[in-house]
């Protein structure tokens, strides 16, 4: 390894399904700049967040702990102030510590660790600052109003537009091509820094709804773009189901075309961003070789499958996010079948740059997957929802646990990658069930025999 450290660009998108990219496999989205930095990456197929959820999955990839370890159960919950967050660790190792764009803390601390912050989301909300004044209390009130749309309002309304997702995306993407002038070339004051090693956070919005794009790509999309699960019938399951639409009675399935149309618009649209990122870099010099680039996103988006929209749920579209790390001069291309988390990218980016990783982190190395030592990985992943729901995926199968009074979910995705077939009873998976079990019990959440019907 190089003795400088190395410098760092995490890309992140917002409710990105992961397989809506070229390098995953998808042949009507257009998302050349991903698919050149995949072809050159170690890419993970089975990749999970650790929370369905914005908040809470963007907490636990800051932290590298789970939502029950980091206190971030529920949408709303920030990290306690100075929390030894993975820009905090960095800065503390005399990195030059930026992010670009949507960090979603709600808390009083709004750098969280970074030495910089440029973007348009910073807010507290009033559970942590009770003391706010009439006139801040009523905007934060506002704000919260402008997030209640239904999910069919969202379907219908989609379409050609300028949302205000893409105004904040603009913002954060100049600020970035900025930050890195500024580092790289500061061609006004002579006083470029390239010598500290630099972590670069760049986190979009899109393609988070409201699902809304220019009139070109939406127009591209729109006779093009697969529908996902509109003959699928709901599962029966009392949690699964809740938030679907019903075709013919809450939206048309011009609404689902329109709208995913959009969605995939507004992936293309990021993806441009990206490309523009890139060739600044390149444009100041950089060679994106030397460079660790990762690329996530907090959670996936249904997009109408199984009948349902956004998130929230531990079906793959939902649970399951794409991720590449980027270092071609230390690691080869490959794909990792293994499961990981997010969470895994804290003690991942340590020890790549020889730093040493904190204690007290449910945070693992990826660094023995990405040499190609994948029997040497222990693969699980888990995730978490409202502090009472859980997600267990181990192998091909998928665990779920739904509190006490609902029933247990097992799917076997190399049988039903489709997960529309509720295995839990079945006589073939019963040691695989008592093994869920256990470690459901190690991490706290407890179980029943589901309930009849």
């Not at 908040?55 to 636990?60: E, F, H, K, V």
């Not at 603009?170 to 790289?184: H, K, M, R, V």
């Not at 919005?205 to 939406?218: I, N, R, T, W």
């Not at 978490?384 to 799917?411: A, H, S, T, W």
Request: hydrophobic letters at 35%; a negative charge.
């Amino acid at each position: 390894m190089n003795s400088r450290r190395p410098n760092i660009l995490f890309l992140m998108t917002d409710e990105h399904r992961p397989d809506l990219t070229g390098f995953a496999g998808n042949t009507v989205i257009r998302t050349p700049n991903l698919d050149r930095l995949a072809k050159d990456s170690v890419v993970f197929d089975h990749a999970y967040t650790p929370s369905p959820v914005c908040i809470p999955a963007r907490q636990c990839l800051m932290s590298g702990q789970l939502p029950r370890t980091c206190g971030c159960q529920i949408f709303g919950e920030d990290l306690p102030p100075f929390y030894p967050t993975f820009a905090r660790t960095f800065s503390e190792h005399a990195y030059n510590t930026v992010c670009c764009g949507k960090l979603h803390h709600n808390g009083p601390d709004q750098m969280q660790g970074w030495m910089r912050r440029i973007g348009r989301d910073c807010r507290i909300t009033e559970s942590f600052v009770p003391e706010l004044d009439t006139r801040e209390l009523a905007r934060v009130k506002i704000s919260k109003e402008e997030h209640r749309w239904t999910n069919a309002k969202e379907v219908r309304r989609s379409g050609v537009g300028h949302a205000r997702n893409t105004v904040e995306d603009e913002y954060t993407l100049q600020g970035a091509l900025d930050i890195i002038e500024e580092i790289f070339e500061s061609p006004y004051y002579d006083k470029p820094q390239p010598l500290q090693p630099l972590l670069l956070k760049v986190s979009f919005v899109l393609p988070h709804y409201p699902y809304f794009c220019s009139e070109d790509l939406f127009k591209y999309y729109l006779n093009r773009v697969p529908l996902y699960g509109p003959e699928q019938k709901l599962s029966g399951h009392p949690y699964l189901d809740t938030k679907h639409l019903e075709i013919g009675k809450d939206v048309t399935m011009r609404d689902v075309q329109r709208t995913t149309a959009a969605y995939y618009g507004m992936v293309e649209t990021v993806d441009g961003y990206i490309g523009q990122i890139l060739h600044k870099l390149e444009e100041a010099g950089q060679n994106l070789d030397d460079w660790i680039i990762v690329f996530t996103s907090d959670h996936g988006e249904m997009l109408g499958e199984h009948g349902i929209w956004a998130k929230h749920k531990f079906y793959e579209s939902s649970a399951r996010v794409p991720l590449f790390i980027r270092w071609p001069a230390e690691y080869r291309p490959r794909r990792i079948t293994s499961n990981v988390n997010l969470c895994d990218l804290y003690a991942t980016l340590c020890q790549l740059c020889d730093i040493p990783i904190p204690a007290g982190l449910d945070s693992r190395s990826l660094s023995c997957l990405m040499a190609g030592k994948e029997e040497d990985w222990d693969d699980e992943s888990i995730s978490q929802y409202l502090g009472e729901y859980l997600m267990i995926k181990k192998g091909n199968l998928k665990y779920q646990y739904y509190g006490p009074d609902m029933p247990r979910v097992l799917f076997d995705l190399a049988a039903d990658p489709s997960e529309t077939i509720n295995v839990i009873d079945s006589p073939q998976y019963k040691e695989a069930v008592l093994r869920f079990e256990k470690r459901s019990l190690e991490l706290g959440f407890g179980h029943k025999k589901p309930i009849p019907g």
